[in-house]
């Protein structure tokens, strides 16, 4: 099926909508290759409730339309919302639908008007349609909040049908259009969706914009309670996001006291009320222009009116949020504590930004500081800098602001310490290991070397005194060239005539095998001049300590 503009009939209301494009405003928007994709390839595919088809030319018809929105807010899919929503204007517009096919099938009605009723109903009743005009059966006919509440329109019970025309006792009974809106926005009153929807929304009417009213679902009420928070705890978080609440979106009063009654206790409830209400009194006393607290702040739902008109009623609910946030603001009577601010230091491997983090928390919840102000960020710049992890002090403080430097300059520099202190280590870890396999390299190096290589050391230095054995100087004793019998008998053997070191029962030091290379090491003589362990003569002895770094 081809996606081409130029091959759509123009009597289709996919080709009408395309024709009327600019006019409806969607020229800026909305893409024309993407509607005529969605209406000819890709709703077709769906499989919508009520066994509802959509025709790849596009329709009017309103079970279609709505089933078709209906499962385009289930599925997620809240990029086609919009150009599901432009056939709704289009349905709204009789006027630029004079060439359709299926213009029959539109209910083009101008709205009358009513004393008994405080908003209009956009269309006339089914009696006041041209007569080439069809009308459809299985109609209802719903006050503007039935039809907000209801998911889908039902037939009202007999009793409560729109009275019929004397002159026309066969004429079917009104038409669905007969719902305040047409519009699928008031027959869906659950969102499934994770984003929070405005409890007033504006949407396209006969005769322009209007707002309908969409409740908070349970899930709205969840994700609003956790940005709150607690108010005893963190005050100034809960008023700042409360804030933020109403100015995003257009709350009633009953939404307003769903809220507070979601998410604050019984006994705060009750505080910021009486404050708000005390405010509004001060406020009295010194311009009587201003209501009495039970006034701005009602008991009860006023029924006020929401529309965008002359005699809108959102300045007094706007007066009303006004005077509650003071309220909050007094209520709020937080304990300072900057102890406890203090005692929050960084951590030797703490990341600068999670430390940052910890000590906004600190600051909100033991102060009355806001850290996006000038005080609470010098504050906040102050501790940053006094208790970080000591490297990263000694630069912080080097900053020629001090506290008065940005904190986003300051993060900058403690993790330019940070990870420099990290660069540094790992350097460090990587000298030691090779150190460590330089070491291992030549204990394995002079274990293997033969041990015909290794000579003894010759002597260097002179003894210090003269020999024992002959009495001269110049040589060890063991090297004497000329010794002397010694006047005594040996200690050892008892028998003259040798010295002590030559004598043949002088005692041998048995030598273990070496766990090494497991040679066995002859015995050592003993020597009065020197120790056993400086006349090794076993292969790979002199490399016992090295071998040992093997072990590591």
């Known amino acids: 099926m081809g996606n081409s503009e130029s091959k759509i009939p123009l009597s289709t209301p996919l080709g009408c909508l395309l024709r009327n494009f600019t006019k409806l405003g969607y020229s800026q928007t909305l893409r024309k290759k993407k509607l005529v994709f969605l209406s000819q390839v890709a709703w077709p595919q769906y499989k919508l409730s009520n066994q509802s088809h959509w025709p790849p030319t596009g329709t009017f018809d309103f079970n279609t339309l709505r089933d078709l929105d209906d499962f385009c807010r289930r599925a997620g899919k809240d990029n086609e919302i919009a150009y599901v929503q432009a056939f709704w204007d289009l349905r709204t517009h009789p006027d630029l639908c004079s060439s359709c096919s299926t213009y029959q099938i539109l209910l083009a009605r101008t709205p009358h008007k009513s004393s ?19 009308s459809p059966a299985n109609l209802s006919n719903q006050s503007p909040s039935t039809a907000r509440s209801s998911s889908t329109p039902s037939a009202p019970p007999a009793s409560e049908a729109m009275p019929r025309s ?24 659950r969102s499934h969706r994770p ?37 005893s705890a963190y005050p100034s978080t809960y008023i700042k996001e409360f804030q933020y609440l109403t100015q995003a979106y257009s709350l009633t009063w009953h ?41 701005v702040i009602p008991g009860e739902d006023p029924q006020w009116d929401y529309q965008a008109n002359r005699g809108s009623d959102i300045p007094k609910r706007d007066r009303m949020i006004r005077y509650l946030l003071r309220g909050m603001d007094a209520v709020s009577n937080k304990v300072v504590n900057y102890d406890k601010l203090r005692e929050i230091t960084q951590l030797p491997d703490e990341n600068p930004a999670l430390f940052l983090a ?37 630069k912080l403080k080097k900053a020629e602001e001090g506290p008065e430097t940005p904190i986003q300059d300051l993060v900058k520099m403690a993790f330019k310490v940070f990870n420099a202190r990290e660069d540094a280590a790992e350097a460090a870890r990587q ?29 260097t230095h002179a003894p210090p005194g003269a020999c024992f054995k002959c009495g001269k100087e110049g040589h060890w004793s063991r090297a004497c060239p000329q010794p002397r019998p010694p006047t005594k008998p040996c200690p050892i053997c008892q028998l003259p005539g040798h010295w002590k070191s030559d004598c043949p029962s002088f005692p041998t030091v048995p030598v273990p095998q070496n766990r090494h290379t497991g040679v066995t090491q002859p015995a050592v003589t003993l020597s009065r001049e020197e120790p056993a362990c400086q006349e090794p003569t076993s292969e790979g002895a002199p490399f016992s300590s090295l071998l040992g770094l093997l072990d590591d």
């Open 116 to 134: 008994s009723t405080t908003f209009p109903p956009p269309y006339s009743s089914p009696e006041d349609l041209p007569e080439h005009l069809s």
């Open 166 to 189: 004397s002159s026309t006792p066969s004429e079917p009974p009104p038409s669905e259009a007969a719902l305040p809106l047409a519009s699928p926005v008031a027959a869906h009153t």
């Open 195 to 231: 984003a929070i929807l405005a409890p007033l929304r504006e949407v396209a009417g006969v005769e322009g914009l209007v707002r309908v009213h969409v409740p908070f679902s349970l899930q709205d009420l969840s994700q609003i309670e956790r940005r709150l928070g607690s108010f």
């Open 255 to 295: 939404d307003i006291h769903v809220v507070c009654s979601s998410t604050l206790t019984v006994e705060e409830h009750e505080c910021i009320l009486a404050a708000a209400r005390n405010q509004a009194d001060k406020d009295h006393a010194i311009d009587n222009q201003i209501p009495l607290g039970p006034e």
């Open 358 to 394: 910890r000590l906004q928390e600190a600051l909100v919840r033991y102060t009355r500081l806001d850290p996006a102000s000038q005080n609470g960020a010098t504050v906040l710049a102050s501790h940053f800098i006094s208790q970080s992890a000591p490297n990263i002090r000694k």
């Open 431 to 459: 000298t030691h290991m090779k150190q460590k396999a330089a070491f291992q390299t030549q204990a394995l190096v002079a274990a293997l070397r033969p041990a015909g290589n290794q000579r003894p050391k010759a002597e």
